[in-house]
Nanobody, 127 residues
Framework: VQLQACGGGLVQAGGSLRLSCAASGQPFSRYTVNWFRQAPGKEREFVAGFGRSGRSTYYADSVKGRFTASGDDAKNTVFLQMNSLEAEDTAVYYC?????????????????????WGQGTLVTVSS
């Protein structure tokens, strides 16, 4: 599956952005698509997304109450609504897809759980 993330940009602290990740190439319903980010000089980290079934949502502590993950199966797209942005949210944001039918426990925060990655979209929050 191919993932295309977009929606990043430059925003002032306190502002909002909405990221999109469009999937193509294989049935969207087969995959759980979640969001990660990598800030300058730091490791990539889980931000927000869904459990294997897609019915539960999970968030990193640092974004709880500010970010919302959602999806539109009809459009093969997932979204990340980011509100009350902070300078610490500056990073390249990636979407990643994990096969829902893979065996074993789905550790949604672990990069190795994912089979496909988008190219990333840069979010810069000015303070």
């Amino acid at each position: 599956v191919q993932l295309q993330a977009c929606g990043g940009g430059l925003v002032q602290a306190g502002g909002s952005l909405r990221l999109s990740c469009a999937a193509s190439g294989q049935p969207f319903s087969r995959y759980t698509v979640n969001w990660f980010r990598q800030a300058p000089g730091k490791e990539r980290e889980f931000v927000a997304g869904f459990g294997r079934s897609g019915r539960s949502t999970y968030y990193a502590d640092s974004v709880k109450g500010r970010f919302t993950a959602s999806g539109d199966d009809a459009k093969n797209t997932v979204f990340l609504q980011m509100n009350s942005l902070e300078a610490e949210d500056t990073a390249v944001y990636y979407c990643a897809a994990a096969d829902r039918y893979s065996r074993g426990i789905f550790y949604y925060t672990r990069e190795k759980s994912y089979d496909y990655w988008g190219q990333g979209t840069l979010v810069t929050v000015s303070s």
